[in-house]
């Protein structure tokens, strides 16, 4: 009885995540099939796909030529001074990529004399060289996601292995036949993570002239206000989604991939047993690399700002857009994760567990610009979603369902932290699946839930493509306001924005660490479910 309750309960589970990743995005193809097949097989659209597909796969490439050194000085070397470099690639991670883009236009030599002038360089500059700036930007913004990944990976080789290797050979041997063998693995995961994403991405291609598809639904639905047509564009683009998700499908059957390899908090003294030398050398050589790639062009928008007060005044001017973020990133944090919880608790042992994070892959890959006219072909009608279209509600709704997955797979990844004996419980007390969850769990899983409103409340809060669709009349995000900025070519509020933005980062970041280090650490979550069950 309870192997086939537990079936129903998944794959009601199934069901539930497939209606919220995929639902509005299937909802907008049914309805324009024809249109579809009939404007897909143009010859502009392989050209598209083409530029798609070479700007997605050398932001890749130029992430993971970047996250391989930069993960083995950071968790396996573990060089001096490893705390704080990590939490600067982590802060790295969510800085919005248009501030990326405002930063490297002075070292590309795009920016001559304002924001006017590089949009000009760059529409008359030749497709490969944009193409190349492109890439290089995008890779620099996308390094710190992959060294973030690829650390997980280098996490979960046991020093214990490490250790017996090393007593029968030297340290080439461990490195090869074990950490290159999970670093394989991680950059196989990184590698699709960023491969999927930049596809749907519009800030560097938009900014340096460069047709990609995502560029072109973007583009054909702000000229015509027409889904069916941007559609065309949009639905072109899964065929080149299916390459990253194939490739981590793949990977996950062969058991390349897996998700339930633990975390372990113990040294190997393999590699951190080497030379002092070789450590400082390292360390040296990783923070030359911050602050060639990402301290000087970042503080080239410090410079360009017009004095304090003139700074603080413009500022000011985007408090609107600030709090107006704020509330709508507030909410549609909270709406991902009250939608999430629940279907990463049935599924954590459960069978359907990854089909589910399949599914939510997928939608997670599918560009945010496609998820907002998806919404607007379904709400922009007369009556009860005609109100919900004229109000934020929209872009709240839009922003829940665009990073619903990531809220999901951290939540996936929080709940292994929760020992089984908390299910025998829940059994012996009678407890239905409601109160099994909000009156067990989430109480329990408090300081886990915490962060992963943090970090789904930054993704919210820095998103562009999906809020761009859908934002209502009246006030704008932030992000929205710096993009709309960054094409007028007014520089110092650009630069102060970008300011701003970073600030805010570095605050979320902070207060991230302080919920990891006193909430959510392994040995603390365990030393605290270990008082309770005493208790």
Same mark, same amino acid.
Request: charged letters at 10%; glycine letters at 8%.
């Given at each position: 009885?309870?192997?086939?309750?537990?079936?129903?309960?998944?794959?009601?589970?199934?069901?539930?995540?497939?209606?919220?990743?995929?639902?509005?995005?299937?909802?907008?193809?049914?309805?324009?099939?024809?249109?579809?097949?009939?404007?897909?097989?143009?010859?502009?659209?392989?050209?598209?796909?083409?530029?798609?597909?070479?700007?997605?796969?050398?932001?890749?490439?130029?992430?993971?030529?970047?996250?391989?050194?930069?993960?083995?000085?950071?968790?396996?070397?573990?060089?001096?001074?490893?705390?704080?470099?990590?939490?600067?690639?982590?802060?790295?991670?969510?800085?919005?990529?248009?501030?990326?883009?405002?930063?490297?236009?002075?070292?590309?030599?795009?920016?001559?004399?304002?924001?006017?002038?590089?949009?000009?360089?760059?529409?008359?500059?030749?497709?490969?060289?944009?193409?190349?700036?492109?890439?290089? %930007?995008?890779? #620099? +913004?996308?390094?710190?996601? !992959?060294?973030? /990944?690829?650390? &997980?990976?280098?996490?979960?080789?046991? =020093?214990?292995?490490?250790?017996?290797?090393?007593?029968?050979?030297?340290?080439?041997?461990?490195?090869?036949?074990?950490?290159?063998?999970?670093?394989?693995?991680?950059?196989?995961?990184?590698?699709?993570?960023?491969?999927?994403?930049?596809?749907?991405?519009?800030?560097?291609?938009?900014?340096?002239?460069?047709?990609?598809?995502?560029?072109?639904?973007?583009?054909?639905?702000?000229?015509?206000?027409?889904?069916?047509?941007?559609?065309?564009?949009?639905?072109?683009?899964?065929?080149?989604?299916?390459?990253?998700?194939?490739?981590?499908?793949?990977?996950?059957?062969?058991?390349?991939?897996?998700?339930?390899?633990?975390?372990?908090?113990?040294?190997?003294?393999?590699?951190?047993?080497?030379?002092?030398? %070789?450590?400082? #050398? +390292?360390?040296?050589?990783? !923070?030359?690399? /911050?602050?060639? &790639?990402?301290?000087?062009?970042?503080? =080239?928008?410090?410079?360009?700002?017009?004095?304090?007060?003139?700074?603080?005044?413009?500022?000011?001017?985007?408090?609107?857009?600030?709090?107006?973020?704020?509330?709508?990133?507030?909410?549609?944090?909270?709406?991902?994760?009250?939608?999430?919880?629940?279907?990463?608790?049935?599924?954590?042992?459960?069978?359907?567990?990854?089909?589910?994070?399949?599914?939510?892959?997928?939608?997670?890959?599918?560009?945010?610009?496609?998820?907002?006219?998806?919404?607007?072909?379904?709400?922009?009608?007369?009556?009860?979603?005609?109100?919900?279209?004229?109000?934020?509600?929209?872009?709240?709704?839009?922003?829940?369902?665009?990073?619903?997955?990531?809220?999901?797979?951290?939540?996936?990844?929080?709940?292994?932290?929760?020992?089984?004996?908390?299910?025998?419980?829940?059994?012996?007390?009678? /407890?239905?699946?409601?109160?099994?969850?909000?009156?067990?769990?989430?109480?329990?899983?408090?300081?886990?839930?915490?962060?992963?409103?943090?970090?789904?409340?930054?993704?919210?809060?820095?998103?562009?493509?999906?809020?761009?669709?859908?934002?209502?009349?009246?006030?704008?995000?932030?992000?929205?306001?710096?993009?709309?900025?960054?094409?007028?070519?007014?520089?110092?509020?650009?630069?102060?924005?970008?300011?701003?933005?970073?600030?805010?980062?570095?605050?979320?970041?902070?207060?991230?660490?302080?919920?990891?280090?006193?909430?959510?650490?392994?040995?603390?979550?365990?030393?605290?479910?270990?008082?309770?069950?005493?208790?």
């Amino acid at each position: 009885m309870n192997v086939s309750r537990s079936r129903r309960t998944g794959a009601a589970a199934l069901v539930a995540a497939t209606l919220i990743c995929l639902g509005p995005e299937c909802v907008l193809f049914w309805t324009g099939f024809s249109q579809t097949l009939t404007g897909a097989h143009g010859p502009g659209y392989f050209r598209l796909m083409l530029n798609s597909l070479v700007y997605a796969g050398g932001t890749t490439i130029m992430a993971l030529l970047l996250a391989v050194p930069l993960s083995l000085a950071l968790f396996k070397i573990r060089v001096p001074c490893r705390l704080g470099f990590s939490g600067v690639f982590l802060g790295l991670a969510f800085i919005p990529l248009q501030v990326y883009v405002a930063a490297w236009l002075g070292p590309l030599g795009l920016e001559q004399s304002g924001l006017k002038m590089a949009i000009q360089t760059a529409a008359s500059d030749t497709l490969s060289h944009r193409m190349a700036c492109a890439v290089f %930007v995008a890779g #620099v +913004a996308k390094a710190p996601i !992959a060294v973030v /990944l690829m650390g &997980l990976a280098l996490w979960g080789i046991p =020093s214990e292995t490490e250790e017996a290797v090393w007593l029968e050979a030297h340290r080439f041997s461990v490195l090869y036949h074990i950490v290159i063998r999970h670093l394989a693995r991680g950059a196989v995961f990184a590698g699709s993570i960023v491969f999927g994403i930049s596809l749907g991405e519009i800030s560097v291609t938009d900014m340096l002239m460069i047709r990609t598809l995502a560029e072109e639904a973007y583009s054909q639905f702000q000229l015509t206000l027409d889904p069916g047509v941007a559609m065309v564009a949009g639905t072109s683009q899964f065929l080149p989604l299916l390459l990253p998700w194939a490739v981590f499908l793949i990977s996950r059957g062969r058991r390349f991939i897996s998700i339930e390899d633990p975390i372990y908090s113990h040294r190997s003294h393999v590699f951190t047993s080497v030379r002092a030398s %070789v450590k400082w #050398v +390292a360390s040296v050589s990783v !923070a030359a690399l /911050l602050l060639v &790639l990402y301290g000087g062009p970042l503080a =080239s928008l410090v410079g360009n700002l017009e004095g304090l007060v003139d700074t603080l005044n413009r500022t000011a001017k985007a408090m609107p857009e600030l709090l107006f973020s704020f509330r709508v990133s507030g909410v549609s944090s909270i709406l991902a994760l009250a939608a999430a919880f629940p279907i990463a608790y049935v599924t954590r042992k459960n069978a359907w567990r990854d089909w589910i994070l399949s599914v939510a892959l997928l939608s997670f890959f599918i560009p945010g610009s496609v998820l907002g006219i998806s919404l607007v072909h379904i709400f922009n009608q007369p009556g009860i979603p005609g109100a919900v279209y004229d109000t934020s509600l929209i872009l709240i709704a839009g922003q829940a369902l665009r990073y619903f997955p990531l809220a999901l797979f951290l939540l996936v990844i929080f709940l292994r932290v929760v020992p089984g004996i908390y299910d025998e419980m829940v059994a012996l007390e009678g /407890l239905s699946l409601f109160q099994s969850i909000y009156k067990v769990y989430v109480p329990v899983c408090r300081w886990p839930l915490l962060l992963a409103w943090i970090v789904t409340f930054s993704w919210c809060f820095y998103d562009l493509d999906t809020s761009i669709i859908l934002c209502p009349p009246g006030p704008t995000t932030l992000p929205i306001r710096l993009f709309t900025m960054m094409h007028y070519g007014v520089y110092a509020d650009v630069a102060s924005t970008c300011v701003l933005l970073m600030v805010l980062t570095i605050l979320l970041v902070v207060i991230g660490g302080i919920v990891w280090h006193f909430g959510f650490g392994p040995r603390r979550v365990r030393d605290r479910i270990r008082d309770d069950l005493r208790a």
